[in-house]
């Protein structure tokens, strides 16, 4: 079975411009959750869908977004950059049926903004 | 609130033991979770435990699980040049949808 798969691996934008990251989830599963790691703050949960719905959210600001398609493949969004979005965000996907399904994680994109 | 936290360094000689340990504060934790980062890489699953168990093995690895103290470690055996990466506790519970709970992570260095 494939793994999760995360696309671009690797980008660079300036502060204001906005990016989309997208993640393809294991076959079958149903959940896709998002993941912010930096230096400083560690991994923090951006937010989870499932079911093309969001289920949690972390506490991010409005402009960190996201959305689930019916195939169950997800992308993020961050609009306005900062040069504190500079970061690695990984997703990971699980089963979805319970919130303690093991997640199996992506990649990665690392996101540079200058 | 929900907290994890792991040291951050662990050096050891090859073929010796390692021993990670993690601490997290969330008593209706259910499932703790291993993972492991190598340089540029995603999170890798190592293993988990289930709240209820004390003791999981699984080839070189060992988790033990404290519930009292609310601690959790990993020990690899025979550690080797590989195992150079950062490792990461997390907690999931169900009332948590989705989300998991991560410890800073702790750098294992192996010497050869």
């Known amino acids: 079975k494939a793994g999760v798969t995360q696309t671009p691996r690797y980008l660079i934008k300036t502060r204001g411009q906005q990016v989309t990251l997208s993640c393809s989830p294991i076959?079958?599963?149903?959940?896709v959750s998002w993941y912010q790691q930096t230096p400083g703050q560690g991994l923090q949960f951006l937010f989870e869908?499932?079911?093309?719905?969001?289920?949690n959210k972390g506490n991010f600001p409005g402009r960190f977004s996201g959305r689930q398609f019916s195939n169950s493949r997800s992308e993020m969004n961050v609009s306005t950059l900062e040069l504190g979005d500079s970061a690695l965000y990984l997703c990971?996907?699980?089963?979805?049926?319970?919130?303690?399904?093991?997640?199996?994680f992506g990649p990665g994109t690392r996101l540079t903004v200058l | 609130g929900e907290d994890v936290e792991q040291s951050l360094f662990l050096s050891v000689r090859e073929g010796d033991s390692s021993v990670i340990n993690c601490t997290y504060t969330d008593s209706s934790s259910t499932y703790l979770y291993w993972y492991k980062q190598e340089p540029g890489a995603g999170l890798q699953l190592l293993t988990y435990i289930f709240s209820n168990m004390d003791m999981k093995q699984d080839q070189r690895l060992t988790v033990l699980l404290n519930k009292k103290d609310k601690h959790l470690s990993l020990r690899i055996a025979d550690t080797q040049t590989g195992d150079s990466a950062i490792y990461f506790c997390?907690?999931?519970?169900?009332?948590?949808?989705?989300?998991?709970?991560f410890g800073q992570g702790t750098e294992l260095s192996v010497k050869p």
């Open positions: 990971a996907s699980s089963l979805g049926t319970r919130g303690t399904d093991t997640q199996y």
């Open positions: 076959s079958g599963h149903r959940s």
């Open positions: 997390a907690e999931s519970s169900d009332n948590q949808g989705g989300k998991l709970i």
């Open positions: 869908y499932f079911s093309e719905t969001q289920r």
